[in-house]
């Protein structure tokens, strides 16, 4: 049985097919369109599905859809209708595309597909649940879903167990913790639903100076972290941005224009935003954890992406273990809506270990064999060296010693806005130099954004406060006081972006200025050649770390193809490129024509 997993005309769209329960393929629409949060119809996400499994779209059993767009179109006219006259500016805008398109959903799925079949729509919610609970390996767990909004919720919980998701309980919109650090995306000068991950690498340089004020002024935080917000400083309901003139006044100043020189006030802003996000997330994993009574939590919703406070519910929470689904955005709907149908709509039987998840490391986007990438290169007429299997993790790991930077193109593509391993730029976690010279030189942009590691899953607890996995790189946890540097504890004297130049461990480039690390722990099972290549890398320098980013430039989504790959390669500073058995090397390369249609294109986010 087939059924096609479909999110589509908000941030982040996807498609997702499963077949007899097993995910088969998934990827966001950006990855092929190019186009960064690329809010189309994933018709290229779909067409890959399709061939990945073999099928055709008459082979489908079911269309999921993520979310109710007759929901979703009664809220935003309900809304409207609260605040009229004020924003009009907003309806005028948003109300002829749902007129158009959003609202007739079911008809522009047949239209554009020549589907006849059975389409179903669950909740926005229920789908992020779904896509929590079902992949997880858990028999019985509790879920927590946050994020913007979707129909009317902003936040659910409830438990999930066998093959059934039953919410218990939810806040609803305009109440929303996503929104609200949207604001604050938006007041500190960056782009809502795309620089949110911006301001959570940008609070450790700041103080939470007004932390207090949010939990006095903006909202009304309870023990058992619901919460109401105070709706006279926002402009999001109405308006075509996301703070009004009472917010800046109570703040202190106008929004940051973008690109901007960031200030002192602006990391303090970062930093006290956080902060109260953390103690949200940490009340309501409380309240969860006390109303179901499990051992285990499942998260997803866009605020899942906040890997800072998911690490703090694993150590501070009560639960034993959290599972987070790794496209936790809204392009997780689509595989939430998919595995809905399979377990709740048609009752299949979900067999969990409790050990193994069934979410193969995220890597079900397209995979390219060595043919391919030999007919890409060849009928380009780039220079290339081709090693044996045997050779690339040796070979790629001396590369890494020397301090080349190298873009890593292996096997299927990453689903979720994280590189795992499967398209990443990697290099030396032990160089002083690296974090400012990958950002500035490769990857085209701030200074202060701080590196993941990846690391032996088998000797991740040597080098970082952690006990456990983190696959997906959703856990932040603390560098191992053994490998820091005493000297660099005290900071006092260095404010803002002075803090970043110390070398803090025997890690630098991966640690952050408050001694901690987003990490992705390596496991043999899921990345054979990659976890062989830092296995590698340890036996001949004794460090299981290495730097692992996504394999993209600023403003751009991942790559996805052999032609994405070289492009990024040849328009940024990288030394290497391994794309499968092919090694290239940057100087062996002819430079591009001057690249009009790029730079014109050059989006700074």
């Known amino acids: ?273 956080q902060e109260v996000t953390e103690e949200v997330m940490l009340r309501m994993a409380g309240h969860v954890h006390r109303s179901t009574g499990q051992r285990h939590l499942c998260l997803a919703g866009g605020v899942a992406l906040n890997c800072v406070g998911n690490g703090r519910i694993l150590r501070e929470s009560p639960f034993d273990n959290i599972w987070i689904q790794p496209a936790a955005g809204d392009a997780g709907g689509a595989l939430g809506a998919a595995l809905f149908v399979w377990y709740q709509y048609l009752g299949n039987e979900r067999n969990a270990d409790g050990t193994n998840d069934s979410q193969q490391g995220s890597y079900l986007g397209p995979h390219f064999d060595n043919a391919q990438i030999q007919q890409y290169l060849d009928g380009n007429g780039i220079p290339y060296e081709i090693l044996e299997d045997s050779e690339i993790p040796g070979r790629i790991a001396g590369l890494i010693a020397d301090e080349k930077v190298i873009g890593w193109f292996q096997g299927r593509m990453e689903f979720g806005p994280r590189a795992l391993g499967g398209r990443s730029i990697i290099g030396d976690a032990r160089s002083p130099g690296m974090q400012e010279t990958m950002n500035l030189k490769i990857k085209f942009r701030e200074s202060f954004r701080p590196f993941a590691p990846s690391v032996l899953a088998e000797k991740a607890s040597d080098y970082f406060e952690f006990d456990g996995e983190s696959p997906y790189m959703l856990l932040v946890a603390r560098v191992k006081r053994e490998i820091c540097n005493p000297e660099t504890w005290d900071q006092k004297t260095l404010f803002g972006i002075d803090k970043l130049h110390i070398v803090r461990s025997s890690i630098p480039a991966v640690t952050h200025i408050d001694y901690t690390a987003r990490l992705q722990t390596v496991n043999s099972r899921d990345n054979p050649l990659y976890h062989r290549m830092i296995e590698r890398f340890d036996e001949s320098h004794q460090c299981p770390v290495i730097i692992n980013t996504s394999f993209n430039v600023r403003g751009e989504p991942i790559v996805c193809k052999p032609e994405d790959a070289y492009l990024c390669f040849m328009r940024t500073n990288m030394d290497y490129l391994i794309m499968g058995n092919y090694l290239l090397e940057k100087k062996d390369q002819k430079p591009l024509e001057r690249d009009i249609d790029w730079l014109k294109e050059f989006e700074l986010d």
């Open 1 to 273: 049985m087939n059924i096609l997993g479909i999110s589509a005309f908000y941030h982040d769209r996807a498609a997702c097919l499963v077949r007899d329960g097993r995910i088969t393929a998934a990827a966001q629409e950006e990855r092929f369109t190019r186009k960064k949060h690329d809010f189309s119809f994933p018709k290229n996400a779909i067409r890959y599905c399709l061939e990945e499994a073999g099928i055709e779209v008459a082979d489908l059993d079911f269309i999921a859809f993520y979310d109710k767009p007759f929901t979703k179109f009664q809220r935003i006219l309900e809304t409207y209708l609260a605040y009229a006259p004020a924003g009009f500016a907003s309806f005028i805008k948003a109300i002829p595309l749902w007129i158009k398109q959003k609202i007739w959903m079911k008809d522009h799925i047949r239209k554009e597909l020549g589907y006849d079949g059975t389409i179903i729509f669950s909740e926005h919610h229920e789908s992020h649940a779904a896509s929590a609970f079902f992949p997880s390996p858990y028999r019985e767990a509790a879920f927590l879903t946050v994020d913007g909004v979707g129909e009317w919720a902003t936040a659910s919980f409830g438990t999930g167990s066998g093959n059934t998701i039953q919410i218990d309980s939810e806040i609803h919109f305009p109440h929303s913790l996503g929104l609200l650090y949207s604001a604050f995306t938006y007041y500190t000068g960056f782009k809502v639903n795309s620089g949110e991950y911006k301001v959570m690498g940008l609070a450790p340089y700041g103080e939470p100076k007004y932390r207090d004020l949010i939990l006095t002024e903006l909202m009304d935080l309870k023990e058992d972290g619901s919460f109401k917000m105070n709706m006279k400083y926002f402009n999001y309901c109405a308006g075509l941005t996301m703070t009004n003139r009472r917010f800046h006044k109570l703040l202190g100043g106008p929004p940051r224009k973008p690109e901007s020189k960031l200030r002192q006030r602006d990391m303090d802003l970062a930093r006290s935003i």
